[in-house]
């Protein structure tokens, strides 16, 4: 699917997991079940990298996030991480080879030991395959938290590109907020419409809003969209009033309507922007809209201001 990144990652990830096939010997001791953790850190993340070890193998992976300051120590880290994650998790193995030593190392020890019913030794490795162990793990850990970090930079800026191209073709500045509108129904009986909100170019999901339609009868995408306007619109007058009269009150209360856009786009053409038009003019209202044309495909194929 020339989807290059991923298969570089998936690619990176495959050498590590055959290196760490080819390596793994079942220890003299006859363990054969541990986990191996270890963590690579920046400024505000960590990624804990897990290989679970079953029977002499390695049958799985996991990494997980953690929200750090630049002042958290890792063996902190790493402590906390294994407090949260064997406090949840339903089977334990016999050795827990660590980046780190933990500072509360006995107590976790003894703690673990009780949920297993058996002795569970955290162990960290100094030297030949065991420490090759724990530094495949770190290197998976840093790989990993360097790609997400990249891909993250790379959709910002393409967000950031979208926002300003859009701000470009319709000659204004200053689009932090998007609301976009739709009106969808099976035959008129069941119309409802939609609401979606884009800051900074990207998708803000707790903004999404759905209105059924209580006062248009049958299929009238125009009427049905005027009363969506109108309802969203007035909710977001109202609210802004009683924000004002708490915060003169001395108190303080985040609104769900009361963040206008900077630019309404419209599933549709001229007549859908009329409508919309209409409805700021009625509450006094003064927002830029546009409206997203469709191809014979409904793709858009241009936009209307």
């Excluded at 809003?209 to 109202?238: C, Q, W």
């Amino acid at each position: 699917r020339l989807e290059y990144e991923e298969a570089a990652r998936l690619r990176d990830l495959l050498s590590s997991l055959n290196h760490v096939t080819q390596k793994q010997k079942i220890s003299s001791d006859g363990i054969q079940d541990r986990d191996i953790i270890a963590m690579a850190k920046d400024e505000e993340d960590a990624l804990v990298q897990i290989f679970f070890i079953r029977d002499g193998k390695m049958i799985g992976r996991e990494h997980h996030y953690i929200q750090v300051s630049i002042d958290d120590e890792e063996p902190q880290i790493l402590e906390s991480f294994v407090k949260q994650f064997y406090a949840g998790t339903p089977f334990l193995p016999k050795e827990i080879w660590l980046q780190y030593n933990l500072p509360d190392e006995e107590l976790i020890s003894n703690w673990l030991s009780q949920k297993r019913r058996t002795k569970v030794k955290l162990i960290v490795p100094k030297k030949g395959s065991r420490e090759k162990m724990i530094e495949l793990a770190e290197k998976n850990a840093k790989l990993i938290l360097n790609q997400d970090k990249e891909k993250l930079r790379r959709e910002e800026l393409r967000s950031i590109k979208a926002v300003t191209e859009i701000e470009s073709l319709l000659g204004i500045s200053g689009i932090k907020r998007i609301e976009a509108f739709d009106i969808s129904s099976t035959g008129g009986a069941q119309s409802v419409g939609s609401m979606v909100v884009y800051e900074g170019g990207k998708p803000k999901k707790n903004d999404y809003r759905k209105f059924k339609i209580k006062g248009v009868v049958g299929p009238n995408d125009y009427a049905s969209m005027e009363e969506v306007l109108t309802r969203r619109f007035e909710h977001g007058l109202r609210e802004k009033e009683e924000l004002k009269i708490l915060e003169k009150a001395g108190s303080r209360k985040e609104g769900k309507f009361s963040n206008f856009p900077d630019l309404i786009l419209m599933d549709g053409g001229r007549g859908q922007i009329n409508i919309c038009l209409k409805v700021l003019e009625k509450l006094g209202i003064d927002i830029a809209v546009a409206g997203l044309v469709k191809d014979d495909r409904h793709r858009t194929r241009g936009i209307y201001f």
